[in-house]
């Protein structure tokens, strides 16, 4: 059997003598212990000695001991300075260097925030630089100050994230591949596996450059930069975790306009791998419970581009900087793709195509042709599959549903690529014979499937556009994940449950936390701004947020650029050499490669890619090669290495129900579901009435917009399908005309499902679903005894108000009543909204307040001035019984 090594040092102290740093790390039991000493008297060098040794906790002790009478001196007794301890930490981050000595970086807070099978996941909260040389050997410098102010600009406690026992940096599908043959495992009963990190998640991997080979592998945590969190779908008591994971890459990393396209590797800018995981929790060990994961990215447009920031515009002009003829860029950057998630790899490209003065268009027609040119090097199976979808376009019409559409191309990517299950027992044929699973592609195994591609979307930052695209496939993952494991009867999801709600949550506190490490701001355009169900405050909130990013794109973006290619080690300063601020541009930091020989770059115009990644197709060449990658140690028996169930069980250790993360985390029941609902089931579509939070948007929503919204249920009827023509036209739109619109939504036509009746499946389900609907109506969406709720005479009287209000904003005016403005008419037809009496804007008069609201102003009014009254005897027998039940 192979297990995962679980690092044995989780605590860290941090012990000082005059001429060296000891730094004693311990497992979480502080039974197994190591020593690392760091040499103080060497001003510009780092010098590291791990004699790589195990200690007990009484050896340790005496090795102390021994180092503190080694420092006595007269003047260290008196201070009791021969050997302090200085810090006590939860790991080391790293070790880096600027114009002076060296600097440790260590983490001192730590906070859980997911759990994956028995593994823990932990966000820094709070770190410390501590200088190494002593103050004796020192050699000042006058810019040290400013680059430590830099690198420490980069704040490692805001969304840094690692684990000692699960290698982050990959998906949970290339974690659980065995890492050797069957026939090797039976050699020996026990195997240790560590994984070698993907060192573009690694954040972290400059810090530990000087360190990575001298000290043991124990003392190495690997950091990843984005965004985790994990929330509990509770099924009538039995849970199931959902969690996401976001991984930033390193390469190409900086701000909004200052990192766009790609650079001469084919990395591009904003890069993010989001891995949606769910598990059945009910059993604490992953390869014996079932376990889904579904991966999506984003990604800048994979071409030379870039915007003029000089002038200070909203929409700075975009500009094709490099001719790139045999798309050397593209090339590179889906050779990683394809290597990292194999084929196919689908692009959902959300950038604009109808605009009156080309804008984004510009990168749609260069992306097209440059996707074009790399699939005639593929064979039909693997090519590189395109699709186009205008999004601000179709948000603007008022007949059109973005969520349905992006639903629609969710389920055709979902089917194309799969996604990743192990069941803990073997799966029979029947199994993947569901209707449900019809046309579903992936590489089946006897535990269950391997996800084989990605879907990529991008729209020009990869923000806001992509953070909802994103949520609509992932909407369309769980669903399928969730029928895998059991949990529900059909893979649909529908709005406005409790599981729903707990998914947009995840995925709207993902893109605030990636927009604001990339644009400076949180999401403006948010998920329930496109379900046209945000409320009226959302406006206002979205015009903060612009100004924000705007001011932040600004006036900040310069300085967090040159923090993050110093934390990244892209610019190492040095003597002699000019500064980072004194840098025209940092361009030649991101492309080393750009004054190399052509042929080193690129030995072929027409293979792109390369061989090894092609013949591993459609899997992933990384998952291939972690057999060689990995290090495998021979056990002799269940050591504590191994043993996951002491780490996440913590038997030795007193703890309490209330701090158990898996009793504090986001639970369905306990934070979604509407107090006053009698179902706990999260799958329940939930009326507006029932939910406490959302009743306001949701009567709102359900009052002015129900003819709208019947409209656009009607135009959703009638064009089910992606690919077909769209029947009717946008009213709305500035951008095209009439005979544009009636195009097609969707761009490309390479994703499509395998088996021949795919198309007719989906128009006979929409019509079934409109008939029903027909023949049920309401009673059909809001249960049968909606006629017990019958609006009385104010609701009516209100309702009739905003659907003469609809009537003249949608009905354009006469020719003959041209003096008679819309403006006028809304104005007769809004009555005053004043609860007070006599309201007008140059004075209100005061409401009349009942007796009992008078009578309890004067009691506070009168505590205010004499004091506290002494309590009853009721209250104090009251206040007593209440201590008792907690002390």
């Known amino acids: 059997m192979e297990y995962p090594i679980i690092s044995c040092i989780q605590k860290v102290i941090l012990y000082e003598t005059k001429a060296r740093f000891y730094i004693v790390g311990s497992n979480s039991t502080e039974s197994r212990y190591r020593v690392l000493k760091i040499d103080r008297t060497e001003p510009r060098e780092l010098v590291i000695h791990d004699e790589k040794v195990e200690y007990n906790k009484q050896e340790v002790r005496n090795l102390l001991t021994m180092i503190q009478s080694g420092n006595l001196t007269p003047e260290s007794k008196k201070l009791d300075s021969a050997l302090m301890k200085t810090v006590s930490a939860f790991g080391i981050a790293g070790f ?74 990959h998906r949970l599908q290339y974690n659980m591949m065995p890492t050797l043959s069957t026939g090797h495992q039976t050699s020996a009963p026990f195997y240790g596996v560590r994984t070698k990190p993907a060192d573009k998640f690694v954040w972290n991997s400059y810090l530990l450059q000087k360190c990575r080979e001298v000290v043991h592998p124990d003392w190495l945590l690997f950091l990843i930069h984005g965004f985790v969190d994990q929330k509990n779908i509770n099924v009538y008591g039995k849970s199931v975790y959902l969690t996401l ?57 994979p071409l030379y581009w870039s915007q003029d920031v000089t002038k200070m515009v909203p929409k700075p002009p975009i500009m094709l900087d490099q001719s790139d003829p045999y798309a050397g860029a593209a090339g590179l950057h889906f050779n990683q793709v394809l290597a990292r998630y194999g084929s196919p790899v689908i692009i959902l490209n959300l950038v604009k195509r109808r605009e009156r003065r080309r804008h984004e268009s510009i990168l749609t027609d260069e992306y097209k042709a440059t996707v074009s040119y790399l699939n005639q090097f593929l064979p039909p199976e693997h090519r590189i599959r395109y699709m186009g979808f205008d999004m ?68 020009v930052d990869c923000l806001d556009r992509t953070n909802t695209a994103q949520f609509a496939i992932g909407r369309c993952a769980l669903g399928h994940q969730l029928f895998a494991l059991g949990v529900i009867s059909s893979p649909d999801l529908e709005f406005d449950t409790d599981c729903l709600k707990m998914l947009e949550h995840l995925y709207e506190a993902h893109g ?19 379900r046209k169900i945000a409320p009226w405050t959302a406006h206002s909130i979205d015009i903060m947020h612009t100004l924000s990013r705007y001011y932040s794109n600004t006036f900040s973006d310069l300085e967090k650029q040159i923090a993050t290619n110093i934390f990244l080690g892209l610019f190492l300063p040095a003597e002699g050499k000019p500064n980072i601020w004194e840098l025209p541009t940092d361009f030649y930091l991101h492309n080393r490669n750009v004054r190399a020989v052509l042929e080193h770059l690129r030995f072929s115009c027409s293979q792109w890619w390369e061989v090894p990644v092609y013949r591993s197709l459609p899997l992933p060449y990384e998952e291939e090669k972690k057999k060689s990658d990995s290090s495998v140690v021979p056990m ?28 504090t985390m986001s639970h369905s029941v306990r934070d979604y579901k509407p107090k006053t609902a009698k179902i706990d089931s999260p799958f329940t579509l939930r009326v507006p009435s029932e939910s406490n939070k959302d009743v306001n948007r949701s009567v709102m929503y359900r009052r002015v917009s129900s003819r709208t919204m019947l409209f656009m249920t009607q135009s959703q009827e009638t064009n089910p399908n992606i690919s077909g023509k ?18 097609s939504d969707v761009d490309g036509t390479s994703v499509s499902d395998t088996s021949e009746d795919s198309t007719s499946m989906v128009k006979s389900k929409g019509k079934d679903w ?92 009168s505590v205010g001035h004499r004091g506290p009254i002494e309590p009853s005897k009721k209250e104090a027998q009251f206040y007593n019984k209440y201590l008792n039940k907690f002390y």
């Not at 936390?513 to 998920?527: D, E, N, P, W």
């Not at 780490?647 to 898996?662: D, N, Q, V």
């Not at 769209?726 to 195009?743: A, F, H, I, L, Y």
């Open 96 to 169: 880096v260097r600027f114009l002076e000595g060296y600097y440790v970086i260590l983490i001192t807070k730590r906070r859980k925030v997911a759990l994956i099978g028995p593994h823990v996941v932990y966000k820094i909260e709070d770190t410390t630089m501590m200088y190494i040389p002593n103050d004796t050997v020192r050699q000042a410098h006058h810019e040290e100050s400013r680059y430590v102010k830099m690198f420490q600009s980069v704040d490692m406690s805001d969304n840094f994230y690692f684990s000692y026992s699960y290698d982050l940096t």
């Open 512 to 530: 605030d936390t990636i927009a604001l490490q990339y644009g400076g701001s949180q999401l403006v355009h948010r998920i329930e701004g496109y």
């Open 245 to 301: 994971i976001a991984r930033r890459s390193n390469k190409f990393a900086g701000t909004r306009f200052l990192k766009r396209g790609a650079n001469s590797d084919g990395h591009v800018a904003n890069e993010v791998e989001t891995e949606q995981i769910v598990i059945d929790s009910s059993v604490t060990f992953l390869e014996r419970t079932s376990v889904t994961s579904f991966v999506q990215m984003r990604g800048s447009i």
């Open 392 to 459: 601000a376009h179709i948000s603007k019409s008022k007949t059109k549903n973005v969520l349905v559409r992006l639903s629609q191309i969710a389920k055709k990517c979902v089917k194309q690529t799969g996604f990743y299950v192990h069941m803990p027992r073997h799966i029979s044929k029947e199994f993947w014979d569901a209707p449900e699973y019809k046309g579903f592609q992936g590489h089946k195994t006897e535990w269950g499937c391997l996800q084989t591609g990605v879907v990529r979307t991008n729209c």
């Open 726 to 743: 769209d029947s009717t036209s946008s009213q709305t739109s500035t951008c095209s005309s009439e005979s544009e619109s009636e195009s």
């Open 636 to 663: 002799k028996g269940r050591e504590e290495c191994l043993d996951s169930y002491d780490e996440y069980y913590r038997s030795s250790e007193m703890t309490s129900i209330h701090e158990l993360f898996s009793y």
């Open 770 to 861: 409109s008939a029903s609907q027909q023949k049920g109506g309401v009673s059909h969406m809001y249960g049968p005894g909606l006629h017990k709720y019958s609006p009385n005479h104010k609701d009516t009287w209100m309702y009739e108000r905003y659907v003469r209000i609809s009537d003249v904003c949608q009905t354009p005016p006469r020719k003959e009543d041209k003096a008679v403005t819309r403006g006028k008419i809304i104005e007769n037809l809004v009555f005053p909204k004043s609860v007070f009496k006599l309201g007008s804007s140059y004075g209100v008069e005061p409401p009349p307040v009942n007796k009992q609201d008078q009578d309890i102003y004067h009691h506070y009014v």
